[in-house]
């Protein structure tokens, strides 16, 4: 009897339903936490780099500090003084032109190269390549490579100098030395923007192109009134970045003219940099980078509603 029991007990105990295990949380919130947990190193890291750092900048920037002794407090005065110093009035009239010109010779200049090589071939994809290596070199790098080619000794006034022309100032004097600026910079970004358009390019459906064909449409007919605004938010999102992008223009500047002749290639940032921290006006130089970022904001909203509101009237 106690050994038909014995044997009785496993079956008894497996035919029993299994009680659901506990959970120590709810199901809704077991699904937040996970989302927390993802999410929460990456606001940890945002909030180290960026927000703390833009918090204690606009703090330095209310305060007169040499970066030594202790901040005083000052209010707005920094900012006012933003409006009425010459050397800034200037910097800004040269990042302006460097912005806004820059800007339009890559958008483009890189828009009708890629174009050009948005066909898939092993030349086309050499072409790229070469458009695209001098984004890969650092811009100091390029900079001192231009400076020695540019330079009153360089490799260009050295050939000039042959045929008995020159030395001609492209980096000494102020026009030029400007152009010359202008003129590195979108040899620098110009890859960039061509590799953005092609991958854009590529996403245009060969079917609208067909049909284009058929009635008639020539290439460049095809490309304005199709190809182009099909990727017109990539031309949006690529004019954002090349405006901040130039806004913010030093390392070139430094190596390549180092703001020079007269502060005829002074740009914003080489003020900000080279001029007020070495100038021991940290609290000053705050102010000025704290204006920078609220303009590079600024912009990128500016050309980011003005692409908006023309979809909505394209659509309507």
Same mark, same amino acid.
């Given at each position: 009897?106690?050994?038909?029991?014995?044997?009785?007990?496993?079956?008894?105990?497996?035919?029993?339903?299994?009680?659901?295990?506990?959970?120590?949380?709810?199901?809704?919130?077991?699904?937040?936490?996970?989302?927390? +947990?993802?999410?929460?190193?990456?606001?940890?890291?945002?909030?180290?780099?960026?927000?703390?750092?833009?918090?204690?900048?606009?703090?330095?920037?209310?305060?007169?500090?040499?970066?030594?002794?202790?901040?005083?407090?000052?209010?707005?005065?920094?900012?006012?003084?933003?409006?009425?110093?010459?050397?800034?009035?200037?910097?800004?009239?040269?990042?302006?032109?460097?912005?806004?010109?820059?800007?339009?010779?890559?958008?483009? +200049?890189?828009?009708?190269?890629?174009?050009?090589?948005?066909?898939?071939?092993?030349?086309?994809?050499?072409?790229?390549?070469?458009?695209?290596?001098?984004?890969?070199?650092?811009?100091?790098?390029?900079?001192?490579?231009?400076?020695?080619?540019?330079?009153?000794?360089?490799?260009?006034?050295?050939?000039?100098?042959?045929?008995?022309?020159?030395?001609?100032?492209?980096?000494?004097?102020?026009?030029?030395?400007?152009?010359?600026?202008?003129?590195?910079?979108?040899?620098?970004?110009?890859?960039?923007?061509?590799?953005?358009?092609?991958?854009?390019?590529?996403?245009?459906?060969?079917?609208?192109?067909?049909?284009?064909?058929?009635?008639?449409?020539?290439?460049?007919?095809?490309?304005?009134?199709?190809?182009?605004?099909?990727?017109?938010?990539?031309?949006?999102?690529?004019?954002?970045?090349?405006?901040?992008?130039?806004?913010?223009?030093?390392?070139?500047?430094?190596?390549?003219?180092?703001?020079?002749?007269? +502060?005829?290639?002074?740009?914003?940032?080489?003020?900000?940099?080279?001029?007020?921290?070495?100038?021991?006006?940290?609290?000053?130089?705050?102010?000025?980078?704290?204006?920078?970022?609220?303009?590079?904001?600024?912009?990128?909203?500016?050309?980011?509603?003005?692409?908006?509101?023309?979809?909505?009237?394209?659509?309507?």
């Amino acid at each position: 009897m106690e050994l038909a029991e014995l044997t009785r007990r496993p079956e008894r105990q497996a035919s029993e339903p299994r009680r659901p295990r506990r959970e120590w949380l709810p199901a809704r919130y077991r699904a937040r936490a996970v989302t927390f +947990g993802l999410v929460a190193p990456s606001v940890l890291v945002y909030t180290v780099m960026t927000v703390v750092p833009v918090g204690v900048a606009v703090y330095l920037s209310l305060t007169d500090w040499n970066g030594f002794s202790d901040a005083v407090f000052i209010g707005f005065e920094n900012y006012l003084h933003l409006f009425d110093d010459p050397s800034s009035t200037s910097a800004w009239y040269v990042t302006a032109l460097v912005a806004v010109t820059g800007t339009l010779l890559m958008i483009g +200049g890189g828009l009708a190269y890629a174009l050009l090589l948005k066909e898939r071939s092993r030349t086309n994809s050499f072409f790229r390549t070469l458009a695209y290596y001098p984004h890969v070199i650092s811009a100091l790098i390029l900079g001192f490579l231009w400076a020695a080619i540019l330079g009153t000794n360089g490799a260009v006034n050295s050939t000039l100098q042959h045929f008995g022309i020159g030395p001609v100032g492209f980096l000494f004097e102020e026009n030029l030395a400007l152009v010359s600026l202008i003129a590195v910079i979108v040899w620098a970004g110009f890859g960039f923007n061509v590799v953005l358009f092609v991958a854009a390019l590529q996403t245009v459906p060969a079917e609208l192109l067909e049909a284009a064909a058929i009635d008639g449409a020539t290439r460049r007919q095809a490309n304005l009134r199709v190809v182009i605004p099909m990727i017109s938010p990539v031309v949006t999102v690529a004019t954002v970045l090349n405006l901040i992008g130039l806004i913010k223009t030093y390392d070139l500047v430094v190596s390549l003219t180092n703001g020079g002749p007269a +502060g005829a290639t002074q740009t914003y940032s080489f003020l900000i940099l080279a001029r007020s921290f070495e100038g021991t006006k940290v609290g000053y130089a705050n102010a000025q980078a704290v204006f920078l970022m609220v303009v590079c904001a600024g912009l990128a909203l500016l050309v980011t509603a003005a692409r908006n509101r023309q979809d909505r009237a394209t659509t309507s």
